[in-house]
């Protein structure tokens, strides 16, 4: 039986579960796989702001065999799976056909995933309708000496992002990333801006961009929490500007370890650069999504043939 997960069930979880919460999910906007029963996850069961986060139990005899929990990105119609645990490919594929028909009857256009490509799972994920639009790995750096630091050249102005560089950020966006993960994520600047992540409410974040000439050139996004941090990079593949970029993410993140960054398989110059300061890859994710509205060309007119 699949139901909606009860705040009466975050007490009696731990017990049903019996190790079954260890998470296959990851979401791009930090490195852990978030536990179920951490107080971040108990307080957002109990306390759901606006509804941005909705839960499903498979539960057989007593004892559960499969969660799932989906949170809402910056727009309600799009939604991040953070969470998902099952014990086999065929408990896996009725979760998440279960989360999709609900998504449906809420007006939601996409869904997203992030699993680890060796996941035991993927291949429920694709038979319920996922697909793998990009390939993401994670860099980690244990050193606790701060990394080398390099001058901001004078025609570059790195600044912290301000609310009004939305549409010069997704400019470069489009520039930056291919158009088969643009078609996932977003080709208008609409679509971006829903499909984006949230992020979490107990973690420092902040964001950076580096200027040149009144255009963005470099977009730098920065997370701490427990002592970690984490930082992630868009970037103008026609700039030498990287090297800035990162060297910034490194002071601003300096005395926290470890340090993680999450690449892109199109930003080879970035793996190259942390590659050669020390960064080890620790894995490798398949991003994926699920389109749950259909896309429906509008009429045009036409020259009729005589």
């Not at 799932?68 to 099952?86: F, K």
């Not at 697909?131 to 025609?155: F, N, V």
């Not at 420092?204 to 040149?212: N, S, W």
Request: with cysteine.
């Amino acid at each position: 039986m699949i139901r909606s997960l009860y705040p009466i069930d975050l007490v009696s979880l731990p017990f049903l579960s019996r190790g079954l919460l260890t998470n296959e999910a990851i979401s791009r906007d930090g490195v852990e796989k978030r536990n179920l029963l951490t107080p971040q996850a108990l307080l957002q069961h109990w306390f759901p702001l606006k509804r941005t986060r909705y839960t499903w139990l498979w539960l057989n005899l007593g004892r559960v065999h499969g969660v799932v929990s989906v949170r809402s990105c910056y727009g309600r119609t799009v939604w991040q799976i953070d969470y998902l645990r099952a014990s086999d490919e065929e408990r896996c594929f009725g979760l998440l056909d279960r989360l999709a028909a609900s998504g449906v009857k809420k007006g939601v256009k996409k869904v997203f995933l992030r699993l680890s490509s060796d996941s035991s799972l993927m291949d429920g994920a694709r038979r319920s309708g996922f697909s793998c639009y990009s390939r993401e790995y994670l860099y980690r750096y244990d050193g606790a000496a701060k990394l080398g630091i390099a001058g901001t050249p004078g025609s570059y102005q790195l600044r912290p992002r301000w609310s009004s560089d939305e549409y010069k950020l997704f400019q470069l966006y489009s520039a930056a990333v291919p158009t088969p993960v643009r078609s996932a994520e977003g080709l208008t600047l609409a679509e971006w801006r829903e499909s984006r992540d949230r992020g979490s409410w107990l973690e420092h974040r902040r964001e950076f961009v580096l200027e040149k000439e009144d255009s963005l050139v470099g977009w730098l996004r920065l997370s701490t929490g427990r002592g970690m941090g984490y930082f992630e990079a868009v970037f103008s593949p026609a700039d030498e500007s990287l090297q800035q970029l990162v060297n910034w993410g490194l002071v601003c993140l300096d005395g926290k370890s470890p340090l993680f960054c999450m690449v892109s398989a199109y930003q080879e110059p970035l793996r190259k650069l942390l590659q050669g300061l020390g960064f080890e890859e620790t894995a490798e994710y398949c991003a994926m999504v699920k389109e749950l509205a259909l896309k429906v060309r509008e009429p045009s007119l036409m020259p009729a043939r005589v």
